[in-house]
T-cell receptor, first 113, second 117 residues
Framework: KQEVTQIPAALSVPEGENLVLNCSFTDSAIYNLQWFRQDPGKGLTSLLLIQSSQREQTSGRLNASLDKSSGRSTLYIAASQPGDSATYLCAVRPKTSYDKVIFGPGTSLSVIP | GAVVSQHPSRVICKSGTSVKIECRSLDFQATTMFWYRQFPKQSLMLMATSNEGSKATYEQGVEKDKFLINHASLTLSTLTVTSAHPEDSSFYIC?????????????FGQGTRLTVV
């Protein structure tokens, strides 16, 4: 059974810092991995989608990497801003459950001005 | 990306009543739709998967008679919480996927905050 974990559960950093969020999954047989942002009381905003054949994806100040063999992904946020404060969720689409997306518990990020 | 619209965004209902939540794919045909539930400070938990024109597949522990899912068209799925109780208060999010290919992406609605009083 696929399980997704995220470390740390919460993170507080001063504005301007670069930071890394970690995601681990137990079964490397995945189609893709996706990072989302969720603001309090809101839905999900897709940030980056990495297909299983890819190693990384970049969008602006965000860079996500995928190491399928070790079951890990990182989300790198450069030059953090207070507006980046949110919960970040990673999710995998396992090959064993074709349609489903399995979410991690999330990392709550707070960027202090 | 494609747009998934969820309605209402917020609903308050009395205990014992039923509430219907709609999920629409606005610019694509959703072969498969998913319903998730999220408790405060927790992650999303998949409740059920539905394919157009067929019965939904529920995850273990989810009561299918309490959470009725209808996927009558390729652009609309509904979740009805029947005989709602305060413990059903939660954030419900739907997602929709066009096609079944390995590289297809699921798009998410903005969620519905249900409060049962």
């Amino acid at each position: 059974k696929q399980e997704v974990t995220q470390i740390p559960a919460a993170l507080s950093v001063p504005e301007g810092e670069n930071l890394v969020l970690n995601c681990s999954f137990t079964d490397s047989a995945i189609y893709n991995l996706q990072w989302f942002r969720q603001d309090p009381g809101k839905g999900l905003t897709s940030l980056l989608l990495i297909q299983s054949s890819q190693r990384e994806q970049t969008s602006g100040r965000l860079n996500a990497s995928l190491d399928k063999s070790s079951g890990r992904s990182t989300l790198y946020i450069a030059a953090s801003q207070p507006g980046d404060s949110a919960t970040y969720l990673c999710a995998v689409r396992p090959k064993t459950s074709y349609d489903k997306v399995i979410f991690g518990p999330g990392t709550s990020l707070s960027v202090i001005p | 990306g494609a747009v998934v619209s969820q309605h209402p965004s917020r609903v308050i209902c009395k205990s014992g009543t039923s509430v219907k939540i709609e999920c629409r794919s606005l610019d694509f045909q959703a072969t498969t739709m998913f319903w998730y539930r999220q408790f405060p400070k927790q992650s999303l938990m998949l409740m059920a998967t539905s394919n157009e024109g067929s019965k939904a597949t529920y995850e273990q522990g989810v009561e299918k008679d309490k959470f009725l899912i209808n996927h009558a068209s390729l652009t609309l799925s509904t979740l009805t919480v029947t005989s709602a109780h305060p413990e059903d208060s939660s954030f419900y999010i739907c997602s929709a996927r066009e096609g079944t290919g390995a590289n297809t992406e699921a798009f998410f609605g903005q969620g519905t905050r249900l409060t049962v009083v």
